[in-house]
């Protein structure tokens, strides 16, 4: 279009100035006529000066403005005509000037003057205006009129400024296509480069993976050519089905779609790449389907670290609360279709607490990694092992029903009871198992069953620990009569609900009747709405509500006040002493120490006769040794209950300097029916002398009992052979001596069966 548009232009140009120059030659041939014509009519009729100057003057001016279009780049044959009209002119002007004029023609020379100037004047202004109008033309197109100006004068001068004009174009219309050969070629430079140069693998398919075209970038990362190349010899096997459905439902309209796969590399490892597929098989210049792959492997990795962070435990790598609860419920809907059963175990770590704080997070999470190592041994590809959170583990059992979890539960309990070496240190822990399983006409939930086995745990660890206890309605029952005693024993306290019982601890000697060494307190509970409740429930529940050092430090005044005052009636005797059993949640507290100081300032009972009964668990407590410290600074005596059940060692009996060791009565009721542990109870009296401290067995019922702990050497007991735990006006009234009882001592009572 612009090449058309050019030559019209330069054409009409051409014609514009060849139309002009027809003008300047008429123009100057009706001068030359005139001329003539002026002469003819003076040759006969005017001689005057004035006839002479008029002829003269429109000679002058012809040459003028031939001088002028010759300034103009007239040349060759133009000029020469023109110069050949002017000639002409100046002969016919000669003749005219040498005829004579009539005298009676002079009349007419005054008019013929004044027309011939009013001529001259009009000739020479239009001829002025046709000079100026060509040199406006020669500005707009100076390089076309150069080359067209010299045939405007003729009649071949359109043909000359066509054939330039197209040259013109012609050549214009040459570089344009030159300078876009130029552009396509840097063009295409660009883009090879971008291939050449880009992370992305580009290959060009058809819908059968037949490989055209592979990128250099391509090539490197397969480390082979496109010869021979198809695209499921590049792409993991489990992959194929992503990929030829990508080509085959592919938009024949150029749009792009992508999927993820991975691509086997030249050293034989595979990658994960997105891979945009453009379908161009209608371009001629590709024909094919373009895939461009990104490498996507390193974001694969992150995701999926994210992933399993969001779903596993941080310390031992086992699923979480989360993926746990996802996992059984897709368990549970499998074994509704399949009639099932699935099975749940939650186990609680016994004591745990204990070991952390004694032995530093550290250790307690290298015991909890060896925990969860120990448990994974013993279950099948198919189960679940969870860690809730802190010491609670969860196992999910699929296609299996009560008696197979019971035995997994044992097994569990088994494989923790041998001793886990922290460092060089080791360890001994135990678990209480809750069972819960989905069989029954009741259909339970993921939160159901779970919480069900919780609930079953619960009551294993209330039962005595290191049990595996299954979950019946019942237990529901049980859960929530706890709740209810929790929230009624918050307020017991204040309602006067509570009592210090007081059992004795007598010395005995061989051949001589027992005398009082000292009593335990013990607190009792009867409640209104319960009856009487046993320690070994509420003081758990005390525990857990946080509540048992309230109850602590009212047991330690209570029993104080109670002792001191049966002490101040029988000056002559030897004091009794006083033991109160504390509790591990009690030792937590920093104030511990204070209130023991506390109450015996108050009560003013004496240090010395006062002792503090711990369990074996806070021998590895991290706050044993400053409390024992403390509390024999103060000059109270500390004394180790429930000893032998597995938490305390020599060194540690030598480090903390206890006084005085309480042998468990489950070793006391053994005597004379398991010699092994009869021979462990000679065996803590044993240790005892050795260590100089004092030995008191518990649990003595039986005369037999007795007679077998004098001769181990202990001297120290309690039990119901002396006598039950009894309230403070009992108590009073039977070690309560009067002056003149002094040196007597009340002879045991009957004994009492087992409780």
């Keep these: 279009m612009l090449t058309t548009i050019v030559v019209i232009f330069l054409g009409a140009v051409g014609l514009n100035l060849d139309e002009r120059q027809g003008r300047a030659d008429s123009f100057f041939e009706s ?25 003269i003057d429109l000679g002058l001016t012809t040459r003028r403005r031939l001088d002028e279009f010759a300034r103009m780049g007239l040349t060759g044959k133009q000029k020469a005509r023109l110069q050949a009209r002017l000639a002409h002119y100046d002969e016919v002007a000669n003749r005219t000037l040498d005829s004579s004029l009539s005298p009676t023609r002079l009349a007419l020379t005054s008019d013929v003057i004044t027309s011939s100037r009013h001529a001259r004047d009009e000739k020479s202004a239009a001829l002025a205006a046709l000079f100026e109008e060509i040199k406006r033309s020669r500005d707009g197109v100076s390089r076309a009129r150069r080359l067209t100006s010299a045939a405007t004068w003729t009649g071949s001068g359109l043909l000359f400024a066509l054939i330039v004009g197209s040259a013109f174009v012609l050549r214009s219309r040459h570089r344009r296509r030159s300078k876009d050969r130029t552009d396509h070629r840097h063009q295409q430079a660009r883009y090879r ?8 693998l580009v290959f060009i398919t058809d819908p059968r993976g037949r490989i055209s075209y592979v990128s250099p970038s391509a090539k490197a990362f397969l480390a082979q050519g496109e010869d021979g190349l198809e695209l499921h010899t590049v792409i993991h096997p489990e992959d194929h089905h992503t990929v030829n459905e990508l080509l085959t439902t592919l938009s024949p309209y150029g749009t792009a779609d ?22 161009m098989r209608t371009d001629r210049a590709v024909a094919g389907i ?65 070991i952390n704080d004694s032995m530093g997070h550290i250790a307690g999470d290298a015991l909890l990694r060896e925990v969860a190592d120990r448990l994974l041994s013993l279950l ?5 092992l969870c860690r809730l959170g802190g010491d609670e583990f969860a196992i999910l059992l699929e296609e299996t029903d009560l008696d197979a979890a019971r035995e997994i539960g044992e097994r569990v309990l088994a494989v923790l009871s041998t001793d886990i070496h922290i460092g060089a240190t080791p360890v001994r822990t135990s678990a209480s198992v809750g069972i819960a399983t989905s069989g029954g006409d009741e259909v339970l939930s993921a939160d159901q069953i ?36 929790l929230g009624d024993l918050r307020g017991a306290l204040d309602r006067q609900e509570l009592w210090v019982a007081y ?15 000292g009593v335990e307190a013990l607190l009792r509970w009867n409640s209104p709405s319960w009856g009487p409740v046993g320690p070994s429930e509420f003081i758990p529940l005390a525990e857990e509500g946080g509540i048992i050092g309230q109850l602590g430090d009212w047991v330690l005044t209570e029993a104080a006040t109670t002792i001191a005052a049966l002490n101040a009636q029988r000056p002559r005797d030897v004091p009794i002493r006083l033991s109160v059993n504390v509790s591990v949640r009690q030792v937590d507290s920093p104030e511990f120490v204070e209130h023991v100081r506390s109450a015996l300032t108050a009560t003013g009972f004496p240090a010395d006769l006062f002792t503090c009964e711990l369990t074996e668990s806070l021998m590895v407590h991290q706050s044993a040794t400053r409390v024992l410290t403390e509390l024999r600074n103060l000059g109270v005596r500390v004394a180790l209950d429930d000893f032998g059940t597995g938490y305390a060692s020599l060194a540690q009996l030598g480090r903390l300097q206890v006084d005085q060791l309480k042998i468990d009565v489950e070793f006391v009721r053994a005597i004379g029916k398991e010699r092994s542990k009869e021979q462990l109870s000679a065996s803590i009296v044993s240790l005892g002398k050795t260590l100089g401290l004092d030995v008191v067995a ?19 007991m309690q039990g119901y052979l002396f006598g039950k735990p009894m309230g403070a006006e009992e108590l009073t009234m039977r070690f309560a001596l009067t002056a003149g009882e002094e040196g007597q001592s009340p002879s045991p009572p009957h004994p009492l069966p087992a409780a």
């Design 450 to 485: 779970l919480s069900a086995a919780d609930v079953a745990m619960y009551v294993a660890k209330r039962g005595g620990r290191n049990r595996v206890v299954a979950y019946d309605a019942e237990m529901q029952v049980t859960a929530r009569r706890w709740a209810q005693l």
């Design 31 to 55: 001068i030359v006529a005139q001329g003539a014509s002026r002469g003819q009519i003076t040759t006969g009729t005017i001689r005057t000066a004035q006839k002479r100057r008029v002829v």
């Design 698 to 716: 518990e649990g003595v019922e039986t005369q037999k009992q007795l007679d077998a702990l004098l001769r181990m050497g202990c001297r120290h």
């Design 380 to 384: 099948r590809w198919s189960d679940t």
């Design 503 to 517: 059992q004795p601890i007598m010395t005995c000697e061989p051949n001589r009747p027992p005398s009082i060494y």
């Design 193 to 200: 480069a971008l291939i050449d140069n880009g992370a992305d």
């Design 258 to 279: 992508s999927a993820e796969c991975r691509l086997l590399d030249g050293s034989g490892a595979w990658r994960a790449f997105e891979v945009v597929a453009t379908d």
């Design 290 to 354: 373009v895939l461009s792959g990104r490498d996507i492997t390193e974001r694969k990795v992150l995701q999926d670290k994210v992933e399993h962070q969001a779903m596993h435990d941080g310390l031992t790598g086992l699923p979480n609360r989360l993926l746990f609860a996802d996992r059984l419920s897709h368990a549970l809907a499998r074994a509704a279709r399949s009639g099932a059963d699935t099975a749940v175990l939650y186990l609680d770590l016994d004591e745990f607490k204990a």
